[in-house]
């Protein structure tokens, strides 16, 4: 099949999110905010036309980038083909181990950073892939839609504060860096964007399957936001009592008449480890 074509560069696909960014303000601020330095290893998902990635192969020693679309993958690789510094994995990056490709081709890098002008439709799954299944990110510096940027930082008793807030807390400290108009992209999008970064914490509270059942209550914690948590959390585990958790409410001084989002990551801890150290 004969490739579309527009000014010389494939037609932007909008089944895979593609905005491509062309502010070189933006660009610089991005690769600024990454803080690479001569031994960091870049991960970059969604190389695109690689206007994100010709900037950064300026200062970064190694970049190992994924592209789901076959057509950007053929201009990428005649656009660095000169490069063994870029790495370029032609696959849907959710169906790829990260921990297993940074194994392979950034092996004794310490300092690894994902940077990203994210593909806005998977922007959760690939947060939560790489919170819940990578160990050796550092940090993340991505492009986001404004309306996930603002859930991923925002405080408790706002209305954008729900599981992924909690969630994120939990694993990293989120800050949103600055705004981005959609007018920075080719095709305009139809919604803002912001550009967040995200440091991990290496030391978490849980092992991995106790993390995975934490994530699971804080969601149903979350489940109906017009209900309390109490009634939340009576539908999602009916074998907890009522009076048990009124008891684990009052023991962490969280009025019985809370919702979740009112509640910091300390106090989904505190009930969590209340309620499997009491479960029949
Ligand atoms: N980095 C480029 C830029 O800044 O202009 C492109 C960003 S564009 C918003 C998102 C890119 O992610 C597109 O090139 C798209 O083809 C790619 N993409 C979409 N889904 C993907 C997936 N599942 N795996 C890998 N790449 C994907």
Known sequence: MKTETKGGYPRAKKRFGQNFLSDGNVLEKIVTSARITPDTGVIEIGSGTGYLTERLLRVAPCILAYEID??????????????????????????????????????????????????????????MMVLEKTRSIQRMV??????????????????????????????????LLFKVSRNAFRPVPDVDSAVV???????????????????HFVH??????????????????????????????QTHEIPLSARAETLELQAFLDLYFYYTNTRH
């Open 70 to 127: 076959r057509d950007l993958v053929k201009l990428l690789k005649a656009r660095f083909s000169d490069l063994n510094r870029f790495i370029l994995i032609p696959e849907d990056v959710l169906k790829r181990n990260l921990e297993t490709d940074i194994k392979e081709h950034l092996s004794g890098v310490d300092d690894i950073v994902l940077v990203s002008n994210l593909p806005y439709y998977i922007t959760t799954p690939i947060l």
């Open 220 to 249: 149903q914690a979350f489940a109906h936001r017009r209900k309390t948590l109490m009634n939340n959390m009576l539908s999602a585990y009916p074998t907890w009592e009522r009076k048990d958790i009124e008891q684990a409410m």
């Open 197 to 215: 970064s995200i440091e991990i914490r290496r030391e978490r509270p849980l092992e991995a399957e106790a993390q995975a059942e934490f994530f």
């Open 142 to 175: 991505m492009m986001m839609q404004l309306e996930v940027a603002r859930r991923i930082t925002s405080e408790p008793g706002t209305k954008d504060y729900g599981a992924l807030s909690v969630i994120i807390r939990y694993i990293a400290d989120a800050k």
